[in-house]
């Protein structure tokens, strides 16, 4: 398992990228989706520095989450979703810290990660009433 760094660095560029876009934008409705896209690829580059932290730095699971301002249970589905934690998923797709335990583990030894062939695409995260009001 090799560092993430080259893919945060690409998540960062390719939101900076889509801000530059925005910003040279004429119209509020010609920045949007620049700057949706921008708040996407931050997301992405959030959660894989999170991975990267918790790899290859020792953080817990609960100091992730607060460094990146997230309470600890929205850390385990958002690693779930990183490609260096996704195969150590559980089936609910939270990364726990057992999860971690064995990515480590893996990593020292160096044993590839176990096989992961989602069905399909990981979408973003999305906000769910859990109620009608």
């Known amino acids: 398992m090799g560092t993430g760094r080259p893919e945060l660095d690409a998540l960062i560029g390719h939101a900076a990228a889509a801000i530059a876009r925005a ?11 620049l700057i949706t896209d921008a708040q996407e690829q931050i997301t992405r580059a959030i959660d894989e520095a999170m991975a990267a932290a918790v790899l290859e730095e020792g953080t817990s699971l609960r100091q992730a989450g607060q460094l990146a301002n997230l309470s600890e249970n929205a850390v385990g589905p958002r690693l779930a979703r990183t490609s260096r934690l996704m ?3 559980t089936p609910e797709g939270r990364v726990t810290r057992a999860s971690v335990e064995r990515a480590r583990y893996d990593a020292e030894l160096g044993r590839p990660a176990p096989a992961s062939t989602p069905d399909q695409p990981v979408a973003p995260l999305r906000f769910r009433r859990r109620r009608a009001t």
């Open 23 to 33: 910003a040279a934008s004429t119209s509020a409705s010609d920045a949007l989706p």
């Open 87 to 89: 195969p150590y998923a």
